[in-house]
């Protein structure tokens, strides 16, 4: 079974519903959406495309790269989406890493050939236009079988320390994704609608398999990508809105809706729900986002390696404000997603005590075959059918996961483990900080000291002395910073991660 069985199911149920929106305007309903990934399909056959090969699509959000997606998967072809951010020469990389010789790209993002592709299509040229061309009968040219257990999506870590690594998710990687968003994350139905804010190369985009299971609509804003105010008035023109978001989108969102004085129910015309991850929410910043926007949002903690799926905080748990555990739980990333076990282990995959921290492993049908052409890679990572993280975090007696950080991230001081999330979230409910990241610095009695870097808010006059009490007012004397570094901004990745090993860098150089 393919992933493009999905579309032909919905063609033949509901070919005249929309499928694809750009912006308001239809671009698509689900039976041309169908004949178009169809008439491609046959054309890639023809061109002598394989199944199993990899193609590029290194494109902004566009309505025709949820085309390029399922007509691949209908040729029985892997995709290999890649950030649109990504320098010429990393894509490159990725292309003979993984032997792809087809991409699809927007000229934006990619004005030049790229070296050691064969074929180079446009998504808004002429030649898309022919090779996206309806088939006459969609039904007549076949879905090529692929096995549950075959690459569908071939995910290229963002490779922050080093080259990334090619991760290869199956076909029931992605459905058992697909099902578990249905039963964890939201009840979807056809009349919602995804936007596809956040870049469809990563999580936003593999949202589209459980809103296609569904039958729902699926919007590229005009945009093609972030836009506050676009957002708030997309969904009050055509429904409320569902999107995965980063939580530094979030924080836009928020930003916004307090710009136009928008009230909660006003929020809830635009926005079903925000599905957040991909980095640390901070307490104080779910905290915000619920008062000014109401109980629209899911928690969910995944990596590229279990996509989207490992853990969920639910909506029923963010607003239950009078549980007597609900900070701890607003600060947790929830509990195990169906379809996976979750466990914290030591480094033997031994089970911590609960409350104690480890790594946090996953086991389950949503865990990757293993990285490309990298049996090593795999083998550290994927050991008796676990994922092993290098994330740390702690189980409680409910069963509630709460992240402390990656393994390489623990500052030890002392011969004392500081783990810098602890420290970051003391430190947001200073007077006057905006945004902060704590890294450890080598030192020669220590070990490492606690250095933090701290964002003002507009108009703050930040104090050492000021945010030194603070932090003695609110953790252990030890993990407070030895020294704060004031700047402007955080160093961020496009997905809106904090580079701490950028800001690891800035102390080594002084």
């Known amino acids: 079974m393919s992933l493009a069985h999905l579309l032909l199911r919905q063609a033949r149920q509901r070919a005249d519903s929309p499928a694809i929106l750009n912006g308001t305007a239809l671009h698509a309903t689900h039976g041309q959406w169908a004949a178009r990934c169809a008439g491609m399909a046959a054309r890639l ?66 004005p030049a050939p790229l070296a050691g592709i064969e074929r180079q299509i446009d998504l808004e040229s002429h030649e898309a236009t022919a090779l996206l061309a309806e ?108 999107l995965f978001a980063a939580p530094t989108i979030v924080g836009r969102l928020v930003d916004e809706a307090e710009r136009q004085a928008l009230s909660p129910d006003d929020c809830a015309q635009s926005f079903k729900t925000i599905v957040y991850g991909g980095a640390p929410m901070y307490v104080a910043d779910i905290q915000r986002a619920l008062r000014v926007m109401g109980p629209r949002f899911v928690q969910i903690y995944g990596q590229g390696e279990t996509p989207m799926v490992g853990t969920f905080l639910s909506r029923a748990d963010l607003a239950d404000a009078a549980h007597p555990r609900y900070l701890q739980r607003i600060a947790s990333v929830g509990v195990a997603q169906t379809p996976v076990r979750v466990r914290v282990a030591d480094a033997e995959g031994r089970d911590m005590p609960l409350g104690e921290v480890g790594e946090i492993v996953v086991k389950g049908d949503s865990v990757m075959a293993g990285y490309w052409g990298n049996p090593e890679a795999t083998a550290a990572a994927v050991k008796d059918g676990w994922l092993f993280t290098g994330d740390m975090g702690a189980l409680d007696a409910d069963g509630y996961l709460t992240l402390k950080d990656r393994s390489k991230d623990l500052i030890i001081s002392g011969g004392s483990n500081v783990y810098p999330r602890e420290v970051e979230e003391a430190l947001l409910h200073a ?67 904090v580079l701490k090993t950028e800001l690891r860098a800035r102390l080594h150089a002084g």
Request: aromatic share 10%; glycine share 10%; hydrophobic share 50%.
């Open 431 to 497: 007077p006057g900080v905006a945004e902060v990241a704590v890294v450890g610095e080598p030192d020669a009695e220590w070990g490492e000291n606690v250095v933090a870097f701290v964002v003002a808010q507009t108009g703050a006059a930040l104090v050492e002395s000021a945010l030194d009490a603070h932090c003695l007012a609110h953790i252990a004397r030890f993990k407070r910073p030895k020294r704060y570094v004031f700047v402007s901004a955080l160093p961020k990745n496009n997905y809106g991660k």
């Open 135 to 242: 088939a006459p009968d969609a039904f007549a040219v076949p879905v090529t079988e692929r096995s549950l257990s075959d690459t569908a999506w071939l995910f290229y870590t963002s490779g922050t320390t080093g080259r990334p690594k090619g991760v290869m998710l199956t076909h029931r990687n992605l459905m058992t994704m697909g099902l578990g968003y249905h039963v964890d994350v939201d009840a979807v139905s056809r009349d919602d609608a995804i936007v596809y804010a956040a870049p469809i190369s990563h999580g936003a985009g593999i949202y589209a398999i459980p809103h296609l299971m569904a039958g729902a609509r699926h919007v590229v804003p005009a945009s093609g990508g972030v836009d506050p105010a676009e957002l708030f008035a997309l969904g009050r023109a055509i429904g409320p809105l569902s």
């Open 45 to 110: 056959r023809d061109a002598g495309l394989q199944p199993g090969d990899r193609v590029l699509i290194f494109a902004r959000n566009h309505p025709r790269y949820l085309e390029a997606l399922w007509g691949l998967w209908w040729a029985g072809v892997v995709a290999v989406p890649v950030n649109a951010k990504l320098h010429p020469r990393e894509v490159e990389w990725i292309a003979a890493d993984c032997g792809a010789r087809w991409a699809f790209v927007t000229a934006d993002v990619a």
